[in-house]
Every structure is written in structure tokens, then in C-alpha cells.
């Protein structure tokens, strides 16, 4: 018990600046139902500040989820930190009553690793070293969105047995992450010649026209280069943060390489300027 304190008591000192300055977000518990707290990494170590809060998780094995329950009493906060040294922190209090029983916890809300990072080594940090952990932080997010059952509408066009949908557009830092599913419900394989998206403008006067802006994604997760019959594939692309004013829509144009199964899905300005 002494260790474990000791434990505690050295990782709040590590970080006692990031607390003092982030905001902690507050997760409710009680005794009657178990909580459940979904880490994009695997939970390595998980402690609360007081008795009546008790977080459980797998100590031999380790996983991706925990439980907490909660007595009556003072608040309290909890510590975990994720197998790769992401640490997060939370506000915990008691709640008769229950709004939410399960959290999924993006990477974005670590308030730091419990490696610490010399001042030296981030003036000596090359280009290359941050591009590097740039694109590690997209596989992880990217990963952890395409494990999510999450949709934000119906966005879905079809032609021909091949089915396009946008599952879901979440905005993470400066960023904006588009969930995208390739069904190929026909009896040939489809090979991808480009899967681009652009911004549609409608020009109003007496001549209406449609003028469109390529969008270049910062980064494309798991994308395909071909379909196979009966494949069903998702991936994400992701692409720095726009808004659309009510003249404009985003359109996500598939095109199949030596074939005409070609699908132009419109996404309206409701869906970009209110993503999850």
C-alpha cells in the first residue's frame, strides 16, 4: 500500500504543472453500476485518490478497458496511465444517478507521458523526428476511430453494387478525421484510381455554376487499392480544419481505375461545421 501511495505521489509531482493548468473533465460512479472507461492504449497502472472510489482493471492481462464504482463521499481523482506512458487524469464524484455508463477516452486527452522530455531534447528534435511522431499520432487515432461504432448520419451513395459512406467526421486538435467505408456488394473486384475530396461552391447570378477546391489530406489511414468482391473495407482520411458556409458542401468523388463505377457523394455543411 506504502509503494503504491508512493507511486501515486511521485507521478502527481511529474505532472503537477499539466494538472494545475488543464481543465480536468469530471466522471461520475456509484455503487449500484460499474463504469467503464475505454483507453486508446492498454491500461498499465490505475489509482484513486480516495477509498471510496475503486477503479478495477486486468493486472495480469493487460487491457483496453477498467470499471469504477464509487461510495458515498468527498470527490477524488483518478490516475491512469496507458501502456505506452500516456497519462490521463480525472475529477471523480459520486452520483446517485447515472447519465453515462461508458467513456471512450481519445489519445488527444493524455495530459502527458511519464517519460519527461529534456528542454534540450526538444530544441534538438529534427524535422524528421516530428513528422515521425505527427503520423505515429494519426495511426493511433485513426486506429482507435475505425474501432468505434460511432455515425454522425446517413451519407451513403451507391452505383452498381459499390456503396460509399462517410461514417463519421470528428474533430480532433486542428483536424478533421472522415471515417469512409468502401462496400463492394458486386462480382468484381474494384481497383481504386483516386478517392479525392473537394469543396463545391455554387457561383449564384443569372449564369449558375459549380466551381470545386481539391482538399489534400494531411494524412490517409489504411486506404485501399483494391476491393475485392464481397470486401467490405473502412479507412480514414484526414484533413485540416474547415467550415462551410450554407453555398457550399464538401463532395467525395470515388473513381475506379479502367472502369465507369464511379461515385460522387455530396456531404452537406451541417455534417463539416458540427463533426463529432
Keep these: 500500500m506504502r509503494a503504491t501511495i508512493l507511486i501515486f505521489a511521485i507521478l502527481i509531482s511529474a505532472f503537477a504543472k499539466a494538472q494545475t493548468t488543464t481543465v480536468l473533465d469530471t466522471i461520475y460512479a456509484n455503487d449500484t453500476k460499474n463504469v467503464a472507461l475505454f483507453f486508446p492504449e492498454p491500461i498499465r497502472q490505475g489509482i484513486t485518490g480516495s477509498d471510496n472510489f475503486v ?5 495480469e492481462k493487460e487491457q483496453y478497458f477498467g470499471l469504477l464504482q464509487a461510495k458515498p463521499g468527498k470527490e477524488s481523482n483518478l490516475l491512469v496511465v496507458n501502456r505506452n506512458g ?8 459520486y452520483k446517485k444517478q447515472l447519465s453515462k455508463l461508458n467513456y471512450f477516452i481519445p489519445l488527444s486527452s493524455s495530459i502527458g507521458n ?3 522530455i529534456k528542454v534540450d531534447s526538444i530544441l534538438a528534435e529534427s524535422s ?4 515521425d511522431n505527427r503520423t505515429y499520432y494519426y495511426q493511433k487515432f485513426c486506429s482507435y476511430l ?13 452505383t452498381q453494387g459499390i456503396v460509399l459512406t462517410v461514417e463519421n467526421v470528428v474533430f480532433d486538435k486542428e483536424e478533421l478525421y472522415f471515417v469512409i467505408q468502401i462496400e463492394n456488394n458486386s462480382t468484381l473486384d474494384y481497383d481504386l484510381n483516386f478517392l479525392n475530396l473537394s469543396i463545391e461552391t455554387r457561383q449564384k447570378g443569372k449564369r449558375k455554376s459549380l466551381q470545386r477546391l481539391y482538399q489534400e ?3 490517409k489511414h489504411n486506404l485501399p487499392s483494391k476491393i475485392a468482391e464481397s470486401e467490405t473495407v ?3 482520411y484526414v484533413l485540416p480544419k474547415f467550415s462551410l458556409s450554407n453555398d457550399r458542401r464538401a463532395i467525395l468523388e470515388l473513381n475506379e ?4 463505377r464511379n461515385i460522387e457523394l455530396k456531404i452537406s455543411h451541417r455534417y463539416i461545421n458540427n463533426p463529432n
Excluded: A, H, M, W
Excluded at 55 to 59: D, E, L, V
Excluded at 146 to 158: D, F
Excluded at 257 to 260: A, L, P, R, S, V
Design 146 to 158: 475505425l474501432n468505434r461504432n460511432q455515425r454522425i448520419g446517413r451519407i451513403k451513395k451507391r
Design 217 to 219: 489530406p494531411t494524412y
Design 55 to 59: 477503479f478495477t482493471y486486468n493486472r
Design 234 to 236: 473502412r479507412f480514414v
Design 128 to 131: 524528421e523526428e516530428r513528422v
Design 86 to 93: 500516456s497519462i490521463f487524469s480525472y475529477i471523480v464524484r
Design 114 to 116: 511519464e517519460k519527461p
Design 257 to 260: 481505375k479502367d472502369g465507369e
